[in-house]
């Protein structure tokens, strides 16, 4: 028999069982409560530090101990589990504390917005503007232009992407289509101030400067809402099963029929959600609209009669320009805010129902 | 259509009217298609060509002429300085944070409540940034205040910890923070897609093998999902680097280049300078805004591309 | 008269009439393991006493879907045991829960008992990642680690406990695992390059030396040959009969000339009807399965009748 070799002699010097338990322990395993137990515990512990030094918050709280329980659950395994253990138990703890403080400025955003944006709210909120009124008044032309202003950005983006993603999956070959893929996605990465500042000097070249206009906006919205929606849309239409399009070939239909007919209906469910994602996307754009609809006091429904107030805007001059009354135009921003935010939930969450409950089940 | 008997009038007529209709039905439509794709690239030729033209008065004018008596670069120059400096803090602290909540979901989370997971991240993408802004300078810099402070204590000798800190919280570190937040769900959105693509028979070699979760993953996972990763990063810098009201609201700018984190004076970004100067500019203060957003432009672009480029190349290999 | 022509079918790499007198393993289905001495001839001796790999009663699951029925067998040590039968009987699955990779799948679960020497691999204490250490696994598409070279790829085991291991150890084991896996000579200049740029073949002797690499007891596995061309088969097959001088194998494989040639032990599996668990029919020295199977349902399927 050749002489095993040198490693093969460790290992039948120790028993199967040792072997079976894992190198460094000594065949011991934690409780399964204890990454709990070791999270609880460095809460508790940072929390008690926190007060100590006299700076107690609650998002400070979460932070540390995150990382201190990772700390304390390898200092707790390792002796008993072994290194290599110890440190799988750290790092488990340790993408779990990570998502764990990703939520925090979630949960603190939402909470913040409701708890202050609540104060603001009334019935004076959403029915009056501010024009004349010194240090009040409501949000309504702010209300309204901004449905204004993001209504002619759907009805300018709409056609346009859906045109273009119908002219890349259905009709697009060759160096078009690559180059329109690739410019698409360099569209999705213009800055938002950027596309206001096109849509500024596009206007300013063909109709002198210092002008402002809700249009503008839409404009410059509708820069940046295009490539979304032509990628979702795109992606939507590459779903629908090509046997569709053959089958209604094959009947003679012509094709742009075939796609008014057959791939756009099947796809409906899927365009709509992404419009409705694209443009919860672009109505809480404020840049763009700092540069092109201006600010203005009163109620002004008409894109191409000057100035426009909106929500996102209105939220900023008011936090920037507070008046005399400092507390309430904070409260009004914050209101702004909150409803922004409202508004852009429902669109997402409207999408989506949309999406469940009209789309067409494709085998 | 069924076949078509073309040998009497009647049908040759209407062979001959739903041909047309054919032809004409699918020229127009196509041709729509077509001038909606073409429109795109216009577009995109558009926002450089006419950020050029109304930007070009500023960028050839001198010094003097130009509002704060700078030449252009020496204007352009500090306000870049601040958008990277911005850019590269949120990347700092938003990649690993967004690769750890990446493996999270992908890995460790149970499969069943994965998605809902990614839904709640991608929340942080759906909130207005004005609302970051807001959050920023109300919640976020107070909160922050003790910790620069401590930092200013303990950490001062370091050049981005020298004091004295800001009692606002206004400082580039929370900036930095309040961004990582922003491009967080990008990068991480990115991360999940391709490290749920590991293919699985590599994941199960390292398995096979005696290899424990984390080893695994830091084998197998990872070293797949490198150049996608390295990609969704720069996504997510092109995005801080165009960040406008969170910083506008946010910093507390005095102009001068600094690398301190935590003090009242910081550089402004080249996004938020124009959204602060913009409304109360005219004439050749307007056009010397426009070319910083040139800048911005071609620096955002330059970031995309360069993703884009790496993500090509992975793919090649 | 079928089993003469069975043997003629095998043609000359058939293992010689001496060996089916070694060791006679025959089970039925609930009976206990006989096990004789085994001193085989015609290979030469083992250079390393391996260890015995024994399933007890071992049904598997996925969630409430019962895979696999009721199975009990003994790998042998140093010796190859194949596992064959018709696509979906269960025998993948059963491989797979010998080194506790089947656990993986979420919902899948295991009742019953496995023993690497004795000892249950499923036991209280017992951590499945050394559990893995000890019993290795190769697949049936080559999986080299593609970021990796051939190198690291062989060390990449033994780098799991980094730092604990000097470089010329290191380098000692990898090359020893290559000489072992017969790819040493192939590779020996390129140790640096991709893992993934050797031909398939070699990409699958690079998974056995690194399999090889964290000393195992057992080997398993799962149709390591079926995504490569004749030529590397055969190079696989010889390899494998210098393995069990070391290891304790157990392949499965859907190629019955193949478990003819390589294999000690066969063990035939099957399934009643799609939808019902997959159950052990027969296991015995592969001569005996392949010319005096004791079961019907097992003649039929050496002969080709079904599957």
Redesign the interface.
């Known amino acids: 028999?050749?002489p095993?070799?040198a490693?093969?002699a460790a290992?039948?010097s120790r028993s199967?069982?040792a072997?079976?338990?894992?190198?460094g322990?000594r065949?011991?395993?934690l409780p399964g409560w204890a990454p709990w137990a070791a999270f609880v515990g460095a809460l508790i512990f940072c929390g008690l530090v926190e007060a100590a030094l006299g700076w107690f918050t609650i998002a400070l709280m979460l932070v540390f101990g995150a990382l201190v329980a990772v700390v304390a659950i390898y200092a707790w395994s390792r002796p008993v589990?072994g290194a290599?253990?110890a440190k799988d138990r750290a790092i488990t703890m340790g993408i779990a504390a990570a998502f764990g403080v990703s939520m925090a400025p979630l949960i603190s955003l939402l909470y913040e917005v409701i708890k202050r944006g609540v104060k603001g709210i009334s019935w004076e909120f959403f029915t009056s503007d501010a024009r004349g009124v010194v240090g009040g008044g409501g949000a309504e032309h702010a209300i309204v232009g901004t449905l204004v202003i993001t209504a002619c950005a759907v009805v300018i983006s709409v056609p346009i992407g859906l045109m273009a993603a119908i002219y890349m999956n259905e009709y697009g070959r060759g160096p078009l289509r690559r180059a329109l893929t690739f410019f698409v996605d360099v569209m999705t990465g213009i800055p938002s101030i950027v596309a206001g500042l096109f849509a500024y000097a596009l206007f300013e070249v063909f109709f002198g400067p210092g002008i402002q206009m809700g249009i503008m906006g839409s404009v410059a919205l509708s820069v940046l809402m295009i490539p979304i929606v032509i990628r979702s849309a795109e992606e939507i239409l590459k779903i629908v099963p090509n046997h569709l399009r053959e089958a209604s070939y094959a009947l003679g239909t012509p094709k742009w029929k075939t796609i008014v007919k057959v791939v756009l209906p099947t796809a409906f469910a899927g365009l709509v959600t992404g419009v409705m994602l694209a443009t919860a996307r672009i109505i809480g754009e404020t840049a763009p609209l700092l540069v092109t609809t201006g600010v203005v006091d009163s109620l002004n429904a008409d894109p191409f009669a000057g100035r426009m107030q909106n929500l996102a805007v209105y939220a900023y001059n008011q936090y920037r320009s507070p008046g005399v009354m400092k507390q309430a135009a904070y409260d009004r921003a914050w209101a702004a805010a909150l409803t922004l935010i409202v508004i852009v939930m429902i669109l997402n969450v409207i999408a989506r129902l949309v999406y469940r409950r009209y789309k067409t089940e494709i085998r | 259509m069924a076949h078509l008997d073309t040998t009497t009038n009647a049908g040759q007529l209407l062979a001959a009217a739903s041909r047309g209709r054919r032809r004409r039905g699918d020229r127009i439509f196509g041709n729509a298609a077509v001038i909606a794709a073409v429109t795109i690239l216009a577009l995109l030729a558009g926002v450089a060509v006419f950020l050029v033209t109304e930007g070009f008065p500023a960028l050839t004018a001198s010094a003097s002429e130009l509002p704060g008596g700078d030449s252009f670069i020496s204007y352009v120059a500090p306000l870049a300085f601040g958008s990277a400096m911005a850019g590269v803090l949120a990347m700092i602290v938003a990649v690993p944070l967004a690769v750890a909540v990446a493996l999270f979901i992908t890995h460790s989370a149970p499969?069943r409540v994965a998605s809902f997971l990614g839904y709640l991240v991608d929340l942080l993408a759906a909130i207005p940034s004005i609302i970051y802004g807001l959050w920023g300078i109300f919640v976020l810099g107070p909160a922050a205040v003790p910790v620069m402070k401590w930092l200013e204590e303990k950490l001062g000798f370091l050049p981005i910890f020298e004091g004295p800190a800001s009692i606002t919280g206004r400082t580039m570190l929370v900036v930095g923070l309040v961004l990582a937040v922003m491009i967080l769900p990008i990068v991480s959105a990115v991360a999940r897609e391709v490290f749920a693509q590991t293919?699985r028979?590599?994941q199960?070699?390292?398995?096979?093998?005696?290899?424990?979760r984390w080893?695994m993953i830091r084998?197998?996972v990872l070293?797949?999902g490198?150049s996608s990763v390295i990609s969704g990063a720069m996504l997510g810098l092109g995005r801080a680097l165009g960040e406008t009201m969170a910083v506008a609201i946010i910093l507390s700018v005095s102009g001068g280049v600094t690398c301190i984190l935590i003090s009242q004076a910081n550089p402004s970004t080249i996004a938020a300078n124009i959204a602060l100067n913009f409304p109360e500019s005219s004439g050749l203060a307007i056009n010397l805004l426009i070319a910083t957003g040139l800048v911005l432009f071609a620096i955002t672009l330059a970031t995309n591309f360069l993703a884009r480029l790496i993500i090509a190349r992975a793919e090649v290999k | 008269m079928e089993g003469r022509k069975l043997k003629a079918m095998f043609g000359p790499e058939s293992k010689p009439a001496t060996e089916a007198e070694e060791g006679r393993n025959t089970m039925s289905q609930a009976g206990p393991v006989v096990e004789t001495s085994s001193v085989p001839q015609g290979d030469a001796?083992?250079?390393?006493?391996a260890?015995t790999l024994e399933a007890k009663e071992v049904n598997l699951y996925y969630g409430d879907f019962h895979a696999v029925e009721n199975v009990s067998l003994t790998i042998e040590p140093n010796k190859v045991t194949a596992l064959i039968g018709s696509s979906g009987c269960g025998k993948t699955t059963f491989l797979r829960s010998l080194?506790r990779?089947h656990e993986?799948t979420?919902g899948a679960s295991v009742k019953g008992s496995i023993q690497?020497?004795?000892?249950d691999?499923y036991?209280?204490?017992?951590?499945p990642?050394?559990?893995?250490?000890?019993i290795?696994?190769v697949?049936q598409?080559p999986?080299?680690?593609?970021?990796?070279s051939i190198y690291d790829n062989v060390a990449?085991?033994l780098n799991?406990?980094a730092g604990r291991i000097k470089k010329s150890e290191k380098d000692e084991?990898v090359e020893?695992s290559l000489r072992g896996a017969h790819l040493w000579d192939e590779v020996k200049d390129r140790l640096g390059r991709p893992g993934s740029s050797l031909s398939g073949g070699q990409q699958q002797r690079l998974?056995i030396a690194?399999?090889t690499a964290?000393?195992p007891e057992v080997l398993l596995m799962d149709e390591p040959c079926s995504a490569l061309d004749p030529v590397a088969t055969l190079a696989i097959e010889d390899l494998i009969g210098e393995l069990k001088k070391?290891y304790t194998i157990a392949i499965v494989t859907h190629n019955m000339q193949q478990a003819a040639r390589a294999s000690d032990n066969t063990a035939f599996f099957n399934l009643d009807e799609s939808g019902k668990p997959g159950h052990l029919v027969e296991i015995g020295p592969t001569e005996e399965i392949f010319t005096k199977p004791k079961r019907k349902e097992t003649e039929d399927y050496v002969s080709g009748r079904f599957g």
């Open positions: 028999m050749t095993p070799p490693d093969a290992l039948s199967t069982r072997l079976l338990s894992g190198e322990s065949g011991g395993t589990e290599r253990r | 499969p293919p028979k590599l199960e070699g390292a398995q096979a093998l005696g290899a424990t080893e084998t197998t070293p797949f490198r | 001796a083992p250079a390393r006493r260890k080194n990779m993986l979420p690497l020497d004795g000892e691999v036991g209280a204490g017992v951590d990642v050394a559990v893995r250490r000890l290795g696994m697949f598409q999986n080299p680690f593609p970021t990796m990449a085991g799991f406990n084991i020893k998974c690194r399999a964290v000393s070391e």
